[in-house]
């Protein structure tokens, strides 16, 4: 009996060393870097192939979804890369592209027979009527060309209120409409541009596509924050399974004041502690991190921890819904929590704009209220103008067809010196 308790003991102790035994066996970046120099020495395809089996193997033991640099490394497909907002937001430059073209060629030709009327309606200005259609228009083709929006804007508002006074209802509301789609379209292609450009959205994306970034885009999403960059880039470490940088990390806790940094900091040793198998260490910097900060994320390391220490009032599955989509949760480890720096807003884009067309209108009011208007007065020489008398008796077919033609040509020109 004795014999047989001294067995069951000595299975139950070994078993428990099973479970207790560090879940890595090695870091990811070693393991790229493994791939990466035997792919520069030109080690055979075995070797290669055991690499990327390697890298594969580690990714599964790490709070890691997606490790892109094994297809850039082997030029081969061998994680499935899903497509990101970034791509989506690209395709959304493609549709406001002839939405603006076309928007901008109704006001040129709108804003043109505006200002030209405007000015021919002066009283007692003589020869200065020309100089001021010369100027406002010779603005305006500056603006174009050097596409300087806020100025052309400006103009746009400033030759609206011209083009209301003249009291053509039509012309007016269709002027105002596809004026407010040019500075949508201007304001939305900013906005994307900027996103997408943006090294702060790349890190965003490119974290919650694979939940780790590289230390270049980490230096330039944070740039101006020294601290942030090394909290994050420790993260990252962590995240790959380099578990040597416990002194690093509790270094930085020391001098850290805000209480999201620590946060981040204390769940990054919790993550340690718990993949190197002392619960009870991982459990107390879990709990350390949830009072500096609560976060969804911790919260769901520290009960994954009391789960692990056989605590069987855990309910995981609420844990997880309340996480949301991290696709690293359904591994059953601990995840790591990213800093994330402070991303481009649609208002901080939108508002200069929104200034500029509010000071065109206002000065395009100020102008109409000193200028003396005899309505109605033009020279006859000016409706030999192509588009003039179409302007005139208020016919907007014209205005409404040779933009379409002109954006048409304008997107069949890009196709073919694309092509």
């Not at 970034?86 to 406001?96: A, E, G, S, T, V």
């Not at 006001?107 to 003589?126: D, M, P, R, T």
């Not at 609560?294 to 309340?322: C, G, Q, W």
Request: a positive charge.
């Amino acid at each position: 009996m004795k014999k047989r308790n001294f067995s069951l003991t000595l299975l139950l102790l070994l078993f428990s060393l099973f479970l207790l035994k560090p879940a890595f066996s090695s870091s990811l970046d070693g393991a790229l870097y493994k791939l990466e120099q035997d792919i520069k020495s030109g080690k055979s395809s075995a070797v290669i192939a055991e690499d990327i089996r390697c890298v594969l193997k580690v990714k599964k033991e790490l709070p890691v979804v997606r490790v892109p640099e094994l297809n850039y490394l082997t030029a081969k497909k061998i994680e499935e890369i899903p497509s990101t907002k970034l791509l989506f937001l690209m395709k959304i430059l493609r549709i406001l592209q002839p939405l603006k073209v076309y928007s901008l060629c109704v006001l040129l030709i709108l804003a043109f027979f505006s200002v030209l009327f405007f000015f021919q309606q002066l009283k007692n200005f003589g020869y200065w009527k020309q100089i001021f259609v010369a100027v406002f228009l010779s603005l305006v083709v500056f603006s174009v060309w050097r596409e300087e929006f806020l100025i052309l804007i400006f103009l746009f508002g400033t030759f609206g209120v011209f083009l209301a006074s003249f009291k053509k209802k039509n012309f007016t509301y269709f002027y105002f409409g596809m004026f407010a789609l040019f500075v949508c379209c201007v304001t939305g292609e900013d906005f994307v541009q900027s996103l997408i450009t943006s090294p702060a959205e790349e890190f965003t994306v490119k974290v919650g596509r694979d939940w780790f970034a590289p230390d270049y885009l980490v230096e330039r999403a944070f740039d101006g924050f020294e601290e942030r960059v090394q909290i994050e880039k420790l993260t990252n470490r962590v995240s790959w399974g380099n578990y040597t940088v416990v002194a690093k990390l509790k270094k930085f806790l020391e001098k850290v004041g805000d209480s999201e940094e620590k946060m981040v900091l204390l769940n990054d040793l919790g993550v340690v502690s718990f993949m190197k198998g002392d619960f009870g260490k991982a459990k107390e910097f879990f709990s350390k991190a949830l009072k500096e900060k609560h976060n969804p994320i911790v919260e769901y390391n520290l009960f994954l921890t009391r789960s692990a220490l056989l605590d069987t009032s855990v309910d995981m599955k609420h844990l997880a819904d309340k996480i949301g989509n991290v696709p690293s949760i359904a591994k059953g480890i601990p995840i790591t929590v990213h800093l994330y720096p402070e991303r481009v807003s649609f208002v901080s884009v939108f508002f200069p704009y929104l200034v500029s067309l509010v000071l065109g209108i206002a000065f395009g009011a100020f102008v109409l209220r000193i200028s003396p208007i005899d309505y109605g007065y033009f020279k006859g020489d000016i409706l030999k103008v192509p588009g003039a008398v179409s302007f005139v008796n208020a016919e907007l077919e014209l205005f409404v067809v040779l933009p379409f033609f002109v954006t048409a040509l304008n997107l069949l020109l890009g196709v073919l010196m694309c092509s």
